[in-house]
């Protein structure tokens, strides 16, 4: 019931904070989802460059995503400049993550390295579109970030309640 209350509270709290910190929450909840995602792939260590190759086109992704989100909304003039930077630079991370997938690619380890590659790829789909559909929809009016988020608090609240008063003992 505390980690219920401490969750509305932590929700309060960044909404009272405004839309950069939901913006900031989301972006660490991506990363945090990319991480655990990665850690259920298990590698051989002479194999190492996949998962860099796969950290590298996580970051390609997310500064498309996030950057398309926040450049037009900022008001200064080195956001004008940087957004036909965007795409560029997005592509170049893009092409340097696969030429170091490529030569770090391993005999024995073939196999593996293409399977997390895929598993990267996949794990890019669900961590980042997920997130970028939140972020995108906080931007559109922070109601639609904020009542999706308490619903599932108050839901996991009450859950929690009712199972322990009426659940098996």
Known sequence: L?????LLGLVWAM???GLGACAIMIALMQFAIMAVLLKLKPLPTA???SK????????????????????????????????????PAAYALIVAALLLFVAT?????????????????GALVLAV??????AHSAFEGLIWFVMPA??????????YYW???????
């Open 129 to 134: 579109a997920q997130g970028g559909a939140m």
């Open 15 to 17: 909404v009272r904070a």
């Open 150 to 159: 308490m619903l599932i608090a108050i839901n996991d609240i009450f859950a």
């Open 163 to 169: 199972g322990r008063t009426l659940g098996k003992k």
């Open 52 to 87: 860099v190759s796969a950290w590298m086109l996580f970051g390609a992704v997310m500064l498309v995503e996030h950057g398309r989100l926040w450049l037009p909304k900022c008001t200064c003039s080195c956001a004008a400049a940087l957004l036909p930077f965007l795409t």
């Open 47 to 49: 194999a190492c460059g």
């Open 2 to 6: 505390v980690s219920g209350f401490s």
């Open 105 to 121: 690619l391993r005999k024995p380890h073939y196999k593996a390295q293409f399977d997390t590659l895929g598993f990267a790829i």
